[in-house]
């Protein structure tokens, strides 16, 4: 399968991608009104933010276009401040050219590196 997807062939163990970004009162005000969330609830960053970091690395960046989630898991350690300067980053931890499926570890940290959160991701890998 893997022999016609060049791209894949590219990854390697080890490999990184990194966003950073920070949530202000006025994107947890308009997440809020999206998802039909009570504001008054949002005093922190919600956990569903802080994972589409993640989808906007995998999907974008590493491994990129024509990425496909399969699974992910998280486990959110804090809470993020708003307005906190957030990195997530990715790391390929598993290749596996027979069904080109990709492992990567996922964290986000917070100022001065907290640990706001970390897990696990599975992709399908097709270009």
């Known amino acids: 399968m893997s022999e016609t997807l060049p791209r894949f062939h590219a990854l390697k163990v080890g490999d990184q991608a990194t966003v950073s970004r920070h949530f202000s009162a006025g994107d947890l005000s308009q997440w809020c009104a999206l998802v039909n969330f009570?504001?008054?609830?949002?005093?922190?960053?919600?956990e569903p933010l802080i994972a589409g970091l993640f989808s906007y690395l995998l999907g974008e960046e590493l491994p990129g276009h024509g990425t496909n989630y399969l699974k992910q898991s998280l486990h959110f350690e804090q809470d993020a401040d708003v307005g906190e300067a957030l990195t997530a980053k990715v790391t390929v931890t598993r290749l596996r050219a027979d069904k080109a499926l990709v492992n990567l570890a996922t964290e986000c940290t917070g100022a001065n590196g907290r640990m706001i959160c970390s897990g696990e991701a599975l992709v399908l890998f097709q270009c």
Request: proline share 22%; aromatic share 0%; glycine share 0%.
């Open 38 to 46: 009570p504001e008054a609830q949002c005093a922190t960053v919600p």
